[in-house]
């Protein structure tokens, strides 16, 4: 477990383009065989990946965490960005197709990730992107497939930002003490997402980006609105928002991103627009 400490937005003008990157940016979420994960004292949120290549894997339960277990005084979301691979949670077993989101609540002592064995899988197997926040009661772990969750079609062709947004945990879905997640795909020809932008003082956000073309990037706007910075982001790369920043980017092509959050409150539209001639 790597652990980042908490920035303020007066630190920010400060730092180079290698200690933006080194604080918001992690580069290598999914590593073949292994968990691996980063804590940041932002909202006290865990985020990182389990990639099964072939073997079954234990969610580990890291020092850092001064718990029994990974999950006894937290909960997690999990949304597979792989080929089908299954999670299973206290002896309970979840088959997570591509673009699947399991949740999974405070209390769970035992949760292992492997792959399916689904035939013709171009996808290859699982790589379960995996987001962790604290917890003060146990809601049911609960698995919803990718037509399930709650869809937003948002932007316009015009603006090259048409997307559709599909929530998974939030407060009309599957239920949580703080996290919200969800997935957003932009549309072929569009390359913006978040704009016009926003920030919410009450949670902490963090971006995956993938289906990211090999030879494209996304180039991530964050800071304070009238102090922003940017940070260029590769396929299946994750960003550190915190609660003063906003996060907006656009691609050379389009892609998606999973979204999820934590912090004061669970109301997805909570937060505070930024028209775009007041960025700075």
Known sequence: ????????????????????????????????????????????????????????????????????FFLANREL?????GGAGTVTA????????????????????DVTFADA????DAAGGGQFYLFSAPAHTTYPTTLVLPDQGT???????VTSNRRTL?????????????ILMGVTRLHPGSMWNTMPAHTHDRRTECYLYFDVPQDARVIH????????RHLVVADRQAVISPSWSLHSG??????????????????????????APSLR
């Open 77 to 81: 979301g999990i949304i597979n960005i």
């Open 250 to 275: 656009v691609g050379t092509s389009a892609y998606s991103f999973v979204w999820a959050m934590a912090g004061e409150n669970k109301s997805f539209d909570d937060m505070d627009p930024v028209p």
């Open 166 to 178: 599909t929530q998974y945990i939030h407060m009309n879905g599957v239920q949580s003490c703080q």
């Open 1 to 68: 477990m790597e652990q980042r400490y908490a920035t303020s937005p007066d630190q920010l003008p400060r730092f180079a383009t290698a200690e933006l990157r080194e604080r918001f940016l992690i580069e290598e979420v999914f590593v073949p065989g292994e968990v691996s994960v980063v804590y940041t004292h932002h909202d006290r949120i865990v985020l990182g990946g389990a990639v099964p290549a072939g073997q079954q894997l234990a969610l580990p339960t890291f020092d850092e965490l001064r718990s029994e």
């Open 117 to 120: 064995l689904v035939a013709d």
């Open 221 to 228: 706007l964050m800071g304070e609105p009238t102090e922003t």
């Open 151 to 157: 869809v937003r079609e948002l932007g316009d062709q």
């Open 90 to 109: 206290d002896g309970e077993t979840y088959v997570l197709p591509h673009g699947a989101c399991l949740y999974v609540g405070m209390g769970t002592r």
